[in-house]
């Protein structure tokens, strides 16, 4: 079966995938993309010489799977229009601007049984499946603290671009929905499920409803207590960077960048400090795959598996985004989360 693809939104992250996509090994085929920014959807179609189509509706006609690669505040109406004609659906985070709507989205794919990924992409990144192996090797000992910071351009400039990102309406909130929903999925990915948040925003650029700086303070049920520092600043020479240490009781962690480290090991028995290739080939030894998310969704559309990872991991993040919103109008007081879900590994 060759899967057709249909992507609706012609901006940054459709390009991302269509690239993604071009790479995959699953037999596909894009039957075409849709913008309402007609011209923006001309021009992408013209570069990687894709069809435009003229509406929603007709790349849902065309398409087994529906890329939603559109500003937040609109994922949840694609999303259950694709449910609706039974069209497979990646969906990119946040899943929409508030927990309600996420649920509502998950209940949505389940109940028309359609295939569902989301665009949580760094579970794929290679240093952050490094950083994950290397803090649960029992001889790193019980994780104790993690400083987590993330910082980039405010992204209405650079290479996002995006008058959206300054909207409340459209974009929900500021750097912790639209960019730490990462964040805080990769801490309970990579260290394990959290109890209870405490967070302070900060709105120093003035625009209504989009925080640029918020602190969040995580406490793990297996021990241990993560900070996280999110901050859209304006300094253009920095795109998004994440920087990641875990002090375990016998280890030093870091991870410099999520995608090809350096990641680093300090700890008695002798020192680790790989990148790139080093980086890929420790991955190896350590049987620990490297995998293309987009061409795992597309395998699971052709073979009507469960892709991964799918809205469950999203609804769990809000989960998290919304106990960190609400400590934070609350001036800054602990609020607990819900237990997280059990997951199965892809
Ligand atoms: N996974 C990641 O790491 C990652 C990175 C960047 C962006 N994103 C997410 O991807 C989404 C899009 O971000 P972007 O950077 O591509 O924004 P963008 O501004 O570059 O592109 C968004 C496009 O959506 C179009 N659009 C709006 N409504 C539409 C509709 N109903 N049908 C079709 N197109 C429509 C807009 O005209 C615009 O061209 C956001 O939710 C963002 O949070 C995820």
Known sequence: ??????????????????AMLASARTP???????????????????????????????????????????????HPRLVAAAAAAGRAVFCEK??????????????????????????????????????R?????????????????????LPVQGVYASDWRADKARAGAGTLLEHSIHDLDLLEWVIGPITSVTCRTEHQHAIDGIEDMAVVLATFAGGG??????????????????????????????????????????RDAGDLDLADDALRDELAARG??????DDGFLRAVRDGTVAAPGFEVAVRAHELLDACYRSAHAGGVPIDVPPAPDEEEP
């Open 1 to 18: 079966m060759t899967v057709r693809i249909g992507v609706l939104g012609a901006g940054f992250i459709a390009r991302y995938h269509l």
């Open 28 to 74: 596909h085929e894009v039957v075409g993309i849709h913008d309402p920014d007609d011209a923006k959807a001309q021009a992408l179609g013209r570069e990687l010489d894709l069809p435009v189509l003229p509406s929603e509706e007709a790349v849902l006609d065309a398409a087994d799977a529906v890329y939603v690669c559109t500003w937040t505040s609109e």
């Open 94 to 131: 946040p899943l929409a601007v508030d927990l309600a709507a996420a649920r509502s989205m998950l209940a949505d794919v389940r109940a028309a049984g359609v295939v569902h990924q989301v665009g949580l992409v760094l579970r794929d990144a290679p240093a952050m499946r490094l950083l």
């Open 133 to 153: 192996s290397l803090v649960h090797e029992p001889s790193s000992g019980p994780v104790m603290g993690v400083v987590f910071r993330d910082d980039q351009y």
């Open 225 to 266: 207590v993560a900070t996280l520092t999110s901050v859209w600043h304006d300094i253009l020479a920095r795109p998004s960077l994440r920087r990641i240490e875990v002090l375990c009781r016998d280890a030093m962690i870091t991870a410099e960048s999520d995608l090809w480290g350096p990641v680093r090991r300090q």
């Open 288 to 293: 620990l795959r490297l995998r293309n998310p």
